[in-house]
């Protein structure tokens, strides 16, 4: 079924206690739709500015991702941002941030686009969430990611979507600050409260813990990946191959989003194997599911 996706799309630089990628292809939709394009086929609204470099209908050869929500904004500069991971890389340290064409009005969804039976609205501001939902037909399933800052500086916003969406997918100190609540299993509950009726918490190598509002509890570990080199866009291609299994589907009961959930773990640690994309561009779906079948045997007892 029709997953869209509209996030950012940017240029990164990202050290590393492996080394230094400078000037590579990242964003949140970038990397989604990367690994959501292993189960489904993906439609991609973002926008970038003309001294973009990449060629994304190159980047994304031989995938059913449709560019047309695409924007190419003359007279815009394209989203930048520089991080640093040391010790375990758990988090990233964000050493410079250029919102520029993503302080702007958000990209017009397609008319062709509107009907998307799933859709994933990645970290961006609320209001600007909300306008692009208020672009899709109803009766969609949506998802959406946020941050710390927009749990600070826009909540009221950020509540109002949450009243909108079905599922939030966010990390554990998010979690903890939107609830207001050291115990994850109680945030994520608090959280079911505002409004989704699912709420996945990352725990980055810690694994995940899923909660419904019918009762249903999920907890994953992560794939025990030998190496991490880069941690950049793991949130985003977990959310990614998630979305994609269950547009796959065609559900989204609890069984069909426990499949995803791992769907989503598997994708995540080919991402941090390498830098930027190069975890997703050297495996193909067969690669997903044999690790796929590693985490299901790991996890059985």
């Not at 590579?24 to 970038?30: H, I, K, M, N």
Request: hydrophobic content about 40%; proline content about 4%; glycine content about 8%.
């Amino acid at each position: 079924m029709s997953l869209l996706v509209t996030g950012s799309i940017g240029i990164d630089t990202v050290e590393t206690p492996y080394g230094v990628s400078e000037n590579c292809l990242g964003g949140s939709a970038v990397y989604f739709s990367m690994a959501a394009s292993f189960f489904s086929p993906v439609r991609l609204v973002g926008v970038i500015g003309s001294d973009c470099p990449f060629n994304l209908t190159e980047v994304f050869a031989g995938r059913d991702i449709d560019l047309t929500g695409l924007e190419t904004r003359a007279l815009s500069k394209t989203f930048r941002w520089k991080g640093l991971y040391h010790g375990t890389m758990n988090e990233a340290i964000t050493d410079k941030v250029e919102l520029n064409v993503l302080s702007e009005a958000p990209p017009t969804v397609p008319e062709s686009f509107r009907n998307s039976r799933f859709v994933f609205l990645a970290n961006t501001a609320p209001d600007l969430q909300h306008k692009l939902l208020d672009q899709i037909e109803p009766g969609a399933f949506v998802a959406a990611d946020t941050m710390n800052c927009w749990i600070h500086g826009h909540l009221d916003e950020l509540k109002s979507l949450l009243k909108r969406i079905d599922c939030l997918i966010i990390n554990k100190d998010e979690a903890r600050e939107l609830a207001a609540d050291r115990n994850l299993i109680s945030a994520a509950e608090k959280v079911l409260t505002m409004g989704p009726g699912t709420v996945i918490i990352k725990k980055g190598q810690s694994g995940s813990i899923t909660v419904d509002s019918g009762g249903e509890r999920f907890i994953l570990p992560a794939f025990p990946t030998l190496e991490v080199k880069d941690p950049t866009g793991a949130g985003d291609s977990f959310a990614g191959a998630l979305m994609g299994y269950l547009a796959q589907a065609g559900r989204t009961d609890f069984g069909a989003l426990k499949t995803a959930v791992a769907y989503g773990t598997v994708a995540a640690s080919f991402t941090i194997s390498e830098f930027s994309l190069e975890g997703l561009t050297s495996i193909d779906r067969a690669n997903i599911d044999n690790r796929f079948e590693m985490l299901r045997k790991l996890t059985q007892f």
